[in-house]
């Protein structure tokens, strides 16, 4: 039996079809019930907090980007009447001597490099790192990062197609700047922290959903949902000298690279950026005007639940005559909850692969 499957673990946004862990965790239960060390572990990208109320307590110290990943800790862990681990939110305050450091690998690359560049200065001597994820998801450009970051690899036997990678001895590599940075065709410079999204290039759904841009209605506030790099709010300050803006983002990387890009453009006394999942809970004034560019995936697993439960929260915060923005692709079934939740839902895009959707 699975060590995980005695505890009662949720997932954010709470699905009944995908569960919140996965073989991978198990994996890495199991390789660290063989090791002897007990103390200075640290948990890294743990996505609904299974592997902290599995392995950890309150000395554990535990590493996310994501607010999601750290709102269903909290959940998980108040439903199982265990132990928070202690919270990073910032490299610095990492310990520098850890035994054991779990990381589940992220899909993005940028951000796997970035995390094993810090990690390989925070490990004790003897101590291990334990990267682990799904056979399918662990690409070369990830194993080429372990090996550049640590002399020995030891890749272990796979099970149930899940794979928990043994990483040590650091290797002394000097992490160049990470920061990435593109302008756009109106002249915003856009930057980004390792993990941002679309760190090369705008967007396509952004691009188009900013060809729409001077159909939006005037505004002296709006919300960006899903922040990324900033580059919807960012590019509506631009042409409205007048507004202010709040950006969101569950991800702290990209909340850092938004509040850069807004320093980049000297936009930064005119932006609030907030780390969140959505907006609950965040004491925000009603909004004329909210921009949406929704994921669909959350990690490797392809999901709208996340876009639908940001629509319906956008509803909530709109003024009566507010307009939430969309922009989607096409193949995703986003009309009809659309229409569910506001009155009109127009399309003022042709384009062949992207949907804007305009509710009100
Ligand atoms: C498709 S990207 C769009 C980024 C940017 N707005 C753009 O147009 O380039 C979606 C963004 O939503 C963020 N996101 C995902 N789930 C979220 C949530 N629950 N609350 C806030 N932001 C979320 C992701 O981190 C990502 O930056």
Redesign the pocket.
């Known amino acids: 039996m699975s060590p995980l499957s005695a505890l009662r673990l949720s997932r954010?946004?709470a699905s009944k079809a995908l569960q919140a862990w996965n073989a991978a965790d198990e994996l890495a239960i199991n390789r660290l019930a063989e090791t002897t060390a007990t103390d200075r572990l640290l948990l890294v990208n743990d996505s609904f907090g299974a592997l902290a109320l599995a392995l950890g307590d309150a000395q554990t110290d535990w590493w996310s980007d994501?607010?999601?990943a750290s709102k269903a800790l909290a959940n998980n862990a108040r439903a199982n009447g265990l132990p928070l681990p202690r919270r990073i939110e910032h490299p610095e305050q990492l310990r520098d001597d850890y035994k054991r450091i779990v990381i589940q690998v992220p899909k993005s690359l940028d951000l796997f490099r970035w995390q094993l560049a810090v990690l390989a200065t925070r490990l004790a001597e003897d101590g291990e790192v334990y990267a682990l994820g799904m056979v399918k998801h662990l690409s070369t450009g990830h194993q080429v990062c372990m090996t550049n970051f640590f002399q020995l690899c030891d890749p272990g036997h796979a099970v149930k197609k899940a794979r928990c990678v043994r990483l040590s001895c650091p290797r002394q590599v000097d992490a160049d700047n990470q920061l990435k940075t593109f302008s756009t065709p109106t002249g915003l410079t856009l930057q980004h922290e390792p993990g941002?999204?679309?760190s090369n290039r705008?967007?396509p759904?952004?691009r188009v959903?900013l060809e729409t841009l001077s159909q939006w209605p005037d505004a002296d506030q709006l919300l960006?949902?899903?922040?990324?790099?900033?580059?919807?709010?960012l590019s509506y300050l631009q042409s409205h000298p007048e507004a202010q803006a709040t950006l969101?983002?569950?991800?702290r990387q990209?909340v850092h690279s938004a509040a850069r890009s807004a320093q980049a453009n000297g936009l930064e006394n005119r932006v609030r950026c907030l780390h969140?999942?959505?907006?609950e809970g965040l004491d925000l004034r009603p909004m004329p005007l909210i921009?949406?560019?929704?994921?669909?995936h959350?990690a490797n697993t392809l999901t709208e639940d996340?876009a639908l439960?940001?629509f319906r929260e956008a509803r909530q915060a709109l003024t009566p005559k507010g307009e939430l923005w969309v922009?989607a692709n096409r193949h995703l079934p986003y009309f009809h909850p659309l229409k569910r939740l506001f009155s009109q839902v127009d399309c003022p895009s042709s384009h062949p692969k992207f949907v804007v959707y305009r509710c009100y």
């Open positions: 954010i946004p994501s607010a999601m941002c999204f679309s705008l967007d759904g952004a959903l960006d949902l899903g922040c990324g790099n900033g580059v919807l709010a969101v983002d569950e991800s990209a969140h999942h959505g907006i921009l949406c560019n929704p994921p669909f959350q996340i439960h940001l922009v």
